[in-house]
Structures are given as structure tokens and as C-alpha cells.
């Protein structure tokens, strides 16, 4: 049996609001990786994994964020991931939210 690696569009939402928040222009971006606007999919879109991760890259690249996860999850909605995902999109310092993730574990 063979499957294949893809992720959930709420990633690449978030993002999208990363990328608009910091005056990014998300079409151009998603447009070089050979990817629809993310104005014409779903939340619950799958994506390939590959074109997820050349989009991730061309997005630290762009945006200059080498913890561009860490900012990431500020941009998540909560729901997807619970507490552990609400700890981390409140941590101020990676310190703070390693901490924070020890109280929840």
C-alpha cells in the first residue's frame, strides 16, 4: 500500500494571513511554487507535501523569518490543535513556550 504526504489547507492559510500581515504579496508567492491563490480553496484542502514544503522555504526566504513556524502558529486557528496549540501561539519567547509546553505535558 503506497500513500502519499500531504497536509491540511489551515496551514497554508495561516500562512496567508502571515505572509498579508507583514505586506507580502500572497498570489505572487503562491503563484512562483505553481499553486492556486489560496482564495480559491477550502480550510480543509489537502496539498501535497512537496509543494507545501517549496512554498515554506520560498516563504522564510521571502519574508526573512528563519523561526517563520514559531510565527506561524500565531496565525492558526486555535480549534485545530487545543491546548498545545493555544500554548504555543501565546508564547512571547521560545523560553516562555517551552516552559508552557512542559505545564501542559
Known amino acids: 500500500m503506497v500513500t502519499e504526504n500531504y497536509t491540511r489547507g489551515f496551514f497554508v492559510r495561516a500562512l496567508e494571513r502571515l505572509c498579508v500581515s507583514r505586506?507580502?504579496?500572497?498570489?505572487?508567492?503562491?503563484?512562483q511554487q505553481g499553486l492556486q491563490p489560496p482564495q480559491t480553496w477550502a480550510v480543509d484542502t489537502s496539498f501535497?507535501?512537496?509543494h507545501i514544503s517549496r512554498l515554506l522555504d520560498a516563504a522564510v526566504t521571502t519574508l526573512q523569518d528563519p523561526v517563520l513556524g514559531l510565527n506561524l502558529a500565531r496565525f492558526v486557528d486555535y480549534p485545530h490543535f487545543g491546548a498545545l496549540g493555544l500554548c504555543l501561539a501565546t508564547g512571547v519567547s521560545v523560553q516562555q513556550l517551552l516552559h508552557r509546553m512542559v505545564r501542559y505535558h
Do not use: H, Y
Open 23 to 31: 505586506g507580502v504579496d500572497v498570489n505572487a508567492l503562491w503563484e
Open 48 to 50: 501535497d507535501a512537496v
